[in-house]
Nanobody
Framework: VQLQASGGGLVQAGGSLRLSCVASGRTFSSYAMGWFRQAPGKEREGVSCINSSEGRAYYADSVKGRFIISRDNAKNTVYLQMSSLKLEDTAVYYC???????????????????WGQGTQVTVSS
């Protein structure tokens, strides 16, 4: 599968961005999709995940209540709507999948089996 992330940019603190990730090459609707981020000098961390069955969503505590993950299986696309952005949200954001149905274990980057290329999100004061 190939994953193509987009939608990053420069935004002021408190602002919003929507990231998109388009998948190709395999049956998108049958596997869970995750968003990860990596800030300079830090490990890549799981931000959010949505499973493939009932579309149940999961969030890291640091983004809960501010980010919303969703998917459109007809468009082979997963989204991450980010609101109330903070300076600490600045990072390169990646979409990924482990080709499984569920999000169990997504919090760590070892969960992912396929990565998109990343899109930079910079939050300024």
């Amino acid at each position: 599968v190939q994953l193509q992330a987009s939608g990053g940019g420069l935004v002021q603190a408190g602002g919003s961005l929507r990231l998109s990730c388009v998948a190709s090459g395999r049956t998108f609707s049958s596997y869970a999709m995750g968003w990860f981020r990596q800030a300079p000098g830090k490990e890549r961390e799981g931000v959010s995940c949505i499973n493939s069955s009932e579309g149940r969503a999961y969030y890291a505590d640091s983004v809960k209540g501010r980010f919303i993950i969703s998917r459109d299986n007809a468009k082979n696309t997963v989204y991450l709507q980010m609101s109330s952005l903070k300076l600490e949200d600045t990072a390169v954001y990646y979409c990924a999948t482990d080709f499984g149905v569920f999000c169990e274990g997504y919090g760590r980057h070892e969960w992912a089996k396929s990565w998109g290329q990343g899109t930079q999100v910079t939050v300024s004061s």
